[in-house]
């Protein structure tokens, strides 16, 4: 497998570690293979696509040759009037931000970066369930059905270059990003109660072993999929524990 750079961006004003970075770059050293990060931190409402390319890549100082064929996508930003219970009040602008950080940017990711394929790749985005609604999660649940979406356009649009996109939907983890949704905590406890192989919300290693998986040429046959690493959380009809 080729070396691997992760594109994400910071979460929140501190710009603490995305979580792409806290699901992932564990994961990709403990199975030998090398990561990059590389941050972007635009204005998705004011630039998108090439400049975002542009930052990834001059940012970081990378040549465009030395970028790799497989990228793992986490990108999500709601603002704090978009979540926590805040559905019905949301302003249009608050949603319009979640949508793209958190859907759009993924097409402009990829299009700005899949001319750099030559030999096809795969493109990996980070998913929390968006057939149902969350507590909660409100227009951030609104954007991933969206990210869903573009996974399976992108998929369509890219597969005569050889190019795979796939999406992991993730059980609940404990990371930077996941301090800025409000309740988060109530959130996780739901697995505790109906994921049938249990679920620890301090380990990320399941879900970046299944990132690893869709990156790998174990998957050279599947695009356009949501894998569920979730312990099995989102195939039962209710808890199993009270």
């Given at each position: 497998?080729?070396?691997?750079?992760?594109?994400?961006?910071?979460?929140?004003?501190?710009?603490?570690?995305?979580?792409?970075?806290?699901?992932?770059?564990?994961?990709?050293?403990?199975?030998?293979?090398?990561?990059?990060?590389?941050?972007?931190?635009?204005?998705?409402?004011?630039?998108?696509?090439?400049?975002?390319?542009?930052?990834?890549?001059?940012?970081?100082?990378?040549?465009?040759?030395?970028?790799?064929?497989?990228?793992?996508?986490?990108?999500?930003?709601?603002?704090?009037?978009?979540?926590?219970?805040?559905?019905?009040?949301?302003p249009p602008e608050s949603a319009e931000l979640a949508f793209r950080t958190?859907?759009?940017?993924?097409?402009?990711?990829?299009?700005?970066?899949?001319?750099?394929?030559?030999?096809?790749?795969?493109?990996?985005?980070?998913?929390?369930?968006?057939?149902?609604?969350?507590?909660?999660?409100?227009?951030?649940?609104?954007?991933?059905?969206?990210?869903?979406?573009?996974?399976?356009?992108?998929?369509?649009?890219?597969?005569?270059?050889?190019?795979?996109?796939?999406?992991?939907?993730?059980?609940?983890?404990?990371?930077?990003?996941?301090?800025?949704?409000?309740?988060?905590?109530?959130?996780?406890?739901?697995?505790?109660?109906?994921?049938?192989?249990?679920?620890?919300?301090?380990?990320?290693?399941?879900?970046?072993?299944?990132?690893?998986?869709?990156?790998?040429?174990?998957?050279?046959?599947?695009?356009?999929?949501?894998?569920?690493?979730?312990?099995?959380?989102?195939?039962?009809?209710?808890?199993?524990?009270?």
């Amino acid at each position: 497998m080729a070396d691997v750079l992760l594109a994400a961006m910071p979460f929140g004003p501190l710009f603490a570690p995305s979580l792409g970075l806290s699901l992932l770059k564990a994961g990709l050293a403990r199975a030998g293979v090398a990561a990059r990060a590389r941050y972007f931190t635009l204005d998705f409402a004011e630039r998108i696509g090439e400049p975002l390319y542009s930052r990834v890549a001059d940012g970081g100082k990378l040549p465009v040759t030395a970028l790799a064929g497989e990228w793992i996508f986490s990108a999500g930003l709601a603002p704090g009037d978009a979540l926590g219970g805040n559905f019905m009040s949301a302003p249009p602008e608050s949603a319009e931000l979640a949508f793209r950080t958190s859907a759009y940017s993924f097409k402009a990711l990829a299009e700005a970066l899949v001319p750099l394929m030559d030999d096809g790749g795969s493109l990996v985005g980070m998913d929390f369930d968006a057939t149902v609604a969350w507590p909660i999660y409100d227009w951030m649940g609104v954007a991933k059905a969206a990210l869903e979406s573009v996974s399976r356009y992108l998929a369509r649009d890219l597969g005569e270059r050889n190019v795979r996109v796939n999406l992991i939907s993730a059980g609940p983890v404990e990371t930077p990003a996941a301090q800025g949704i409000p309740g988060f905590e109530m959130l996780a406890g739901l697995w505790k109660k109906q994921a049938p192989l249990g679920w620890n919300t301090s380990d990320p290693a399941p879900v970046a072993d299944a990132v690893l998986f869709l990156l790998s040429d174990l998957a050279r046959a599947i695009t356009g999929e949501i894998l569920h690493v979730d312990g099995g959380f989102h195939a039962m009809g209710a808890p199993l524990r009270p």
